[in-house]
């Protein structure tokens, strides 16, 4: 029989653990979740330190989407009541930059909606990736389903990190989305590699998926080998076709970040959309969980919290910025 010591020792050593073993993780319960918590956070000092990166993101064109996305606020099955506008300037993204820099955030990332940007966009963001690395942030972006000669593009400019979520596993992924397939964010994913830049890619939780779905991603993202791991849990909103379900409890959604680090022990796992709604006072937890990196500020079409409290609250842990 598996145990959380012998499973931590594992990784610790080095080696993988089994899928079987990650779904003997996810069935514990009461005190043995504490001592899960415990493990991940000694697998993520081991292996990532006691520092925490910090991202930042702007909303650079909202809405008018044409994929369906069932969790998506800016889906074009969404009935949500959001501002929709075309690509911002690339002085409103600058202060936006400036704000996160002064903010204590590490890198920028600029994110768009739709199935892809335009050739003319690519562009003008490529310019603006220029812009902000010359602020000393690190860009990143999330601009859909590129090719690798796009990507390549936005290297150029200066891009460091680019991201495509998986969103779930691909069993699952049909419930969230049929406007495009797992296999063609599969190849974006690969496109970025190929293209040369670190690869950002995680999901959301909370969906409707299995604990099957959660471990059978965490394994694809293993094998795919990105860098950051964003986990994001659904705040569910009102005019999406997910906008009925509920919020996972806290210690569910602190378990998946501890199972994350058993799994991707070297890796990045970064918390960040449903953070504050979903864990409530228990969001102190998640370094503690495991967690070694964050999203600060605001997200997409949802309000996040200011610099400062994150910051703090980084402080209180007694960990640093990386």
């Known amino acids: 029989m598996p145990s959380i010591e012998k499973l931590e020792k594992k990784v610790l050593s080095g080696k993988r653990i089994a899928r079987t073993e990650a779904l003997f993780l996810s069935s514990l319960r009461g005190q043995a979740v504490m001592e899960l918590f415990s493990a991940a956070n000694r697998i993520r000092s081991h292996f990532r330190g006691d520092e925490i990166d910090l991202c930042a993101i702007v909303n650079a064109k909202s809405g008018k989407c044409s994929e369906d996305c069932a969790y998506c606020a800016q889906s074009a099955t969404s009935a949500a009541g959001i501002t929709s506008y075309s690509l911002l300037g690339?002085?409103?993204?600058?202060q936006k930059a400036e704000d996160a820099r002064n903010g204590g955030a590490k890198r920028f990332c600029i994110v768009t909606s739709g199935r892809k940007v335009s050739g003319r966009e690519l562009t003008k963001i490529a310019e603006m990736v220029s812009s902000v690395r010359s602020l000393g942030l690190l860009p990143c972006a999330t601009l859909g389903l590129l090719s690798e000669h796009a990507l390549k593009l936005l290297k150029d400019a200066g891009l460091e990190r680019y991201h495509?979520?998986?969103?779930?596993?691909?069993?699952?992924?049909?419930?969230?989305?049929?406007?495009?397939?797992?296999?063609?964010?599969?190849?974006?994913?690969?496109?970025?590699?190929?293209?040369?830049?670190?690869v950002c890619s995680g999901g959301i939780f909370g969906l409707g998926e299995t604990w099957q779905d959660r471990?059978?991603?965490?394994?694809?993202?293993?094998?795919?080998?990105?860098?950051?791991?964003?986990?994001?849990?659904?705040?569910?909103?009102?005019?999406?076709?997910?906008?009925?379900?509920?919020?996972?409890?806290?210690?569910?959604?602190?378990?998946?970040?501890?199972?994350?680090?058993?799994?991707?022990?070297?890796?990045?796992?970064?918390?960040?959309?449903?953070?504050?709604?979903?864990?409530?006072?228990?969001?102190?937890?998640?370094?503690?969980?495991?967690?070694?990196?964050?999203?600060?500020?605001n997200y997409l079409t949802t309000l996040g919290r200011g610099y400062e409290e994150d910051l703090r609250l980084i402080q209180h842990c007694g960990l640093a910025l990386a």
């Open 164 to 198: 495509n979520n998986l969103e779930t596993s691909e069993h699952f992924f049909p419930n969230v989305c049929t406007t495009h397939s797992y296999g063609e964010k599969m190849e974006t994913i690969r496109a970025a590699s190929s293209a040369g830049l670190s």
């Open 215 to 297: 471990i059978d991603m965490a394994f694809a993202l293993a094998d795919l080998g990105p860098d950051s791991i964003p986990i994001n849990f659904l705040s569910p909103v009102k005019g999406t076709k997910l906008g009925r379900n509920r919020l996972l409890p806290p210690l569910e959604a602190l378990k998946i970040i501890s199972i994350y680090r058993f799994i991707l022990p070297d890796r990045q796992i970064r918390v960040c959309g449903g953070r504050l709604q979903t864990l409530g006072e228990m969001n102190a937890f998640i370094f503690f969980a495991g967690a070694d990196g964050l999203l600060v500020g």
């Open 90 to 94: 690339k002085k409103t993204i600058l």
